[in-house]
């Protein structure tokens, strides 16, 4: 409709050197038509009818009934809801730092221009490639007590015991998911530094070495204040991806032992499919959303600040 | 003289010796996982519950995993045509749907550019798991629920965030000379962005397709809750029955063949095309 | 505009993927995978001998149920479920499905359905479910292993003293084979069918009579937990066990256990996949002696207001036929008309008949809340088996589960 509104204005002033503006305008439009389409119908309706869902008790099969904000008040004194949240940001944590403790060396080791460096960069990468699901089931088996290869080999270096499941304790299983995520994602992020590193120009690492700073101390001074727009790029990334995680927990653990693996995604997800509570699941996924736009925004403004730098 | 040559020769060589088997022992953790997989999932039958130890058919190469795979759900071809007609039909659409809309960003002026781009890159900060009850009830609406070209748009909706960041960033980087240039040859539009700036933007495009193929390849749980029939399940939910195991019992050997059934497609193609690949990530990260 | 034509393509391609599939005498019918083969031979031999044709879908268990619930959201479910029956009372509350009373009790042998697929059924005086497959949780035992630790292989234990000794001596056997074997990672389905018969059979129950308060902390739950207790710290369990989610449900069929409890169904997948097994099967012992068992199985519910319900009824007379039942029994499910029942395994593995004669001690929970409390992966039974068998704090384990199911209770009233 707009895009009709927009064209059949008349033209007021023909410019016969530079397009008109509003042609431009609409033009612009039309080219992003498709797109906005596609995001209309498959997410900004699913997201109103979900706010929608949100405001009744809404059970999967049979009638539905308007209750205000009453989901909204359940949530705040659902401890589940409290421990899952716990559990995600935990989760997030650890896995963010992980992921950046392996990847900067990674990117810092394949940055240089060596023979054989490009397959090392390709193997690393490997991983990211395959799907969480796929690599879930692989690490599963991987890591079985029974049939998988971690168990003898690690039994071989003498590690651990060869009858250890490592899925039976909360430390151990969260450490298997931990090694697999990182093992998936750790070349994605290394790539993405890797980008910032090589945007970094060779010249001001030379003259902090003539200023005689050591391989640290330009590290510290250096690359890392540079590095500040690629950090908080990939940043943005993994911690999104980390505050919705569900796959792994879900293929690996089935929320873990007793229930220590319960992501927020996963919570909202046994509300809404298993126990069919969708008002319930819907109310949960819209603070979900709002957690996300609010540290979207924090790390958005981070990015800013890099801006401003050199 | 000779001695500090030498010994700097020394150092280099110690120093190469590090650095390649620092090089060999990541490129071994990264990559030993499918390779034990993969032979794993060619021993036989009986040897499928036993620990891959060593990781490969110690009695003669067999398929038991394959036949076993097989054997679940419409067969494991049937699936995998599913999965590949879906995955690259997102890539396909996905690249002509962001490549429009990164181009329209990038070099057009409109009403509330900046929030209509937001808009899509918030599309990343939904968990979709949570919406999906609505975008049953709405393909179902459109009469496209069931089908494997619903579950394709759904696709491509998920990819557009990604996918357009990257094609603005991407059309961002091509220097307005060039088009300029182009445009005084009398080149317009629609072809201009064919004709010359395709071209220049091919990286991006390949990481676009290569990024949405192996995001709806694997992509699990829309497939299962948007699919009701047998025969159009795509491999992932394949995999989940496999996993959930048969009469009681989980079979390794089938688990080992489903892994390599869906991840060396992705192997395959990323190695194909890496180049592109990388170059395209690299130059949308840099923005 | 543009876009309306090619949503109005992409559903015209749609609509022909999808009308190669449906005709008018064609039933869609969905059930579980992994539940064996006995109702997919069924289906087989209908449309061999029928002009309608049954279109099974499988899909996976643990999916099935919030599949199917999605579905009817968007008004696209199929025309009958094979409904794992404990679902069936919440489904019927819920108005989903197709009221059958009046075809049901018109049937000859209304009165030999298995009762408690009948009863979960039933809701308000109406039967929207009757029974298709029928399981009962039975104790098994591998004789060559008996024989093996000394043990009398055709003496079946009587009392979980007995189990649990055997189990060591089982153990003693050598460094893979075990003694004893349950699905212990959270899996409520599993332990709800094999564990829980162990309090049933001495008269402890988790929900009082009127469904309304949880009675999981009893003297004899607490025993039955002893028992597994003891026998995970004697190490005869294998360490998969503690992270089980129902995947490896039977993993007597390796050969390397010793005992286990497990579904009738599986007396059937025993004799036919690992004819090398040799086992033994009886009724599961109480904590205090007494036998109990968990009637399982799968409810025939048709979706309602589904125009093929006519269809549907057709092809649940041709299940309760002889020759019907013969077939599902064949491939491990037990008949379902007890007045037919001999005949039909006259021919069978005398083993199946335990799994007959568990029906009469069976018991099977009735609320609506079976999902919720039991079922789930993440509900309180799953966690409350996993932490009091496996878990340093038993008191914990009792009290957390003994609370989170009264306020699920308390929630849903």
Redesign the interface.
């Known amino acids: 409709m707009t895009l009709a509104d927009t064209v059949s204005l008349p033209v007021r002033r023909p410019r016969p050197k530079r397009r008109s503006p509003r042609r431009s305008q609409w033009k612009g439009l039309l080219y992003i038509a498709p797109a906005m389409a596609l995001v209309i119908v498959f997410f900004i309706l699913p997201v109103l009818f979900t706010f929608w869902m949100s405001l009744h008790k809404w059970p999967m099969l049979g009638g539905t009934r308007f209750i205000g904000l009453g989901n909204y008040i359940r949530m705040m004194s659902d401890s589940r809801f409290y421990s899952a949240l716990g559990f995600t940001a935990y989760y997030t944590v650890i896995i963010t730092i992980a992921i950046f403790a392996l990847a900067f060396p990674l990117a810092m080791f394949v940055e240089r221009q060596r023979r054989m460096v490009g397959v090392y960069r390709t193997a690393i990468f490997m991983p990211v490639v395959v799907g969480l699901a796929s690599a879930s089931l692989l690490w599963v088996w991987f890591a079985n007590v029974d049939s998988g290869f971690l168990n003898p080999m690690l039994a071989w270096l003498g590690l651990i015991d060869l009858k250890t499941n490592f899925f039976a304790s909360f430390d151990s299983a969260f450490f298997i998911i931990c090694l697999m995520v990182v093992w998936k994602v750790a070349g994605f992020t290394m790539i993405i530094l890797l980008t910032g590193l090589q945007a970094i120009p060779t010249e001001l690492g030379e003259a902090a070495r003539i200023d005689g700073a050591n391989r640290w101390k330009r590290f510290i001074y250096v690359t890392l204040p540079l590095m500040r727009k690629t950090m908080a790029l990939s940043l943005i990334l993994s911690v999104t991806g980390s505050i919705l995680a569900f796959d792994q927990f879900y293929i690996m653990t089935a929320g873990g032992p007793q229930n220590k693996m319960i992501s927020v995604v996963y919570y909202i997800f046994n509300q809404s499919f298993v126990s069919f509570n969708l008002g319930y699941g819907a109310a949960m996924s819209l603070v979900l959303l709002f957690i996300l736009v609010l540290i979207s925004i924090f790390q958005l403004w981070l990015l800013r600040v890099g801006e401003d730098r050199p | 003289m000779t001695t500090k040559k030498e010994a700097r020769a020394r150092r280099a060589l110690f120093s190469a010796g590090g650095y390649h088997g620092t090089g060999l022992l990541l490129a071994i953790f990264f990559l030993a996982p499918f390779a034990i997989t993969i032979l794993s999932s060619f021993r036989h039958g009986t040897e499928a519950r036993l620990p891959p130890i060593p990781p490969w058919p110690t009695t003669g190469v067999s398929l038991d995993a394959y036949r076993s795979l097989d054997s679940f759900g419409a067969g494991v071809w049937q699936h995998t045509l599913n999965s590949a007609a879906v995955a690259i039909g997102t890539a396909l659409l996905t690249v002509i749907v962001s490549l429009l809309a990164g181009y329209g960003f990038s070099r057009y002026r409109f009403l509330f550019k900046n929030a209509l781009f937001v808009l899509i890159i918030a599309t990343l900060m939904i968990p979709f798991q949570s919406i999906l009850t609505p975008l049953f009830i709405i393909l179902a609406r459109l009469g496209l629920n069931n089908s494997l070209i619903g579950l394709t748009l759904v696709y491509v909706t998920l990819q557009l965030p990604f996918s357009v960041f990257m094609m603005r960033n991407a059309f961002d980087a091509v220097p307005k000379e060039i088009e300029e240039a182009a445009r005084i040859d009398g080149a317009r539009d629609f072809r201009l962005l064919v004709r010359v700036l395709l071209p220049l933007v091919l990286p991006g495009i390949v990481t676009v397709a290569i990024f949405a193929f192996l995001n709806s390849w694997n992509e699990f749980l829309a497939a299962l809750v948007l699919l009701s029939d047998n025969s159009k399940f795509t491999l992932p939910i394949l995999i989940s029955a496999v996993r959930a195991g048969r009469l009681g019992a989980i079979d390794w050997g089938a688990v080992q063949a489903g892994v390599t059934v869906m991840s060396v497609p992705c192997l395959f193609v990323f190695l194909l095309l890496q180049r592109y690949y990388m170059r395209g990530l690299m130059a949308g990260a840099v923005k | 505009m ?2 309306n034509k090619l ?1 109005a393509a ?2 015209l ?3 022909c ?2 009308s190669g ?1 449906a005709s008018a005498d064609t039933l869609q019918m ?1 059930v579980r ?2 539940i ?1 083969a006995s109702f997919t031979k069924l289906v087989e031999a209908y449309n061999a001998s029928h002009d309608d044709k049954i279109q ?8 099935l149920v ?2 199917y ?8 479910a ?1 025309d009958a479920l094979s409904l794992d029956l404990i679902y069936n009372p ?2 019927a ?4 499905l197709e009221d059958l009373t009046d075809w049901a009790k018109a049937l000859p042998y209304f009165a030999s359905l298995s009762p408690s697929h009948v009863k979960l059924g039933t809701y308000e005086d109406k039967i929207y479910g009757l029974p298709l497959s029928v399981e009962t949780s039975v104790f098994a035992w591998n004789k060559d292993l008996y024989q093996k630790a000394g043990l009398d292989p055709d003496k079946a234990p009587t009392t979980w003293e007995e189990i649990s000794e055997n189990a060591k001596k089982i153990r003693a056997l050598g460094d893979d084979t075990y003694g004893f074997y349950f699905s212990g ?2 899996c409520g389905g599993c332990m709800i069918f094999t564990f829980m018969p162990l309090t049933w059979g001495a008269g402890a129950d988790f929900l009082s009579e009127d469904g309304k308060t949880a009675t999981l902390d009893t003297p004899e739950m607490r025993k039955a937990v002893g028992y597994y207790r003891d026998m995970v710290k004697a190490g005869v369990v ?3 066990a ?2 089980d ?7 007597i ?2 050969g390397k256990i010793g005992q286990q409890n ?1 579904g009738a169904f ?1 007396i059937g ?1 025993l004799v036919t ?1 690992h004819p090398d097994i040799h086992f033994g099967v009886s009724l599961i012992p109480s904590v205090d002696g007494k036998t109990s068992s968990f009637a399982g199985g799968d409810n025939f519910v048709v979706t309602k207001g589904s125009p093929r319900a006519g269809l549907a009824k057709n092809f649940l007379e041709y299940a309760y036929s002889l020759e019907g039942q013969k077939v599902m029994a064949k491939y491990g499910s037990l008949p379902t008309r007890s007045d037919i029942a001999a005949e039909v395994l006259k021919d069978l593995d005398p083993r199946m008949q335990v799994g007959v004669d568990a029906i009469a001690v069976a018991k099977t929970p009735y609320t609506l809340q079976f ?2 409390l039991i079922n ?3 509900g309180p039974w799953a ?1 409350f088996t ?2 009091a068998i ?2 340093d704090d038993v008191d914990a384990a009792f009290a957390n589960a003994q609370e989170e199911m009264q306020s699920i209770i308390d929630n849903a009233q």
Request: proline letters at 6%; hydrophobic letters at 40%; aromatic letters at 10%.
């Open positions: 543009k876009i949503l992409a559903s391609v749609t609509f993927f999808a599939a969905w995978s992994g064996g099974l879908t499988e899909v996976p268990f643990s999916e919030q599949k619930a999605t579905a009817i959201a968007g008004g696209q199929p919440a489904f509350a819920a108005g989903q990672g959270g294998p360490p998969g503690a992270s989610t129902g995947t490896n449900f039977l993993s069929t390796n497990l599986a997948t996949e999902n919720d789930s992966a993440n966690s996993n932490a496996f878990g």
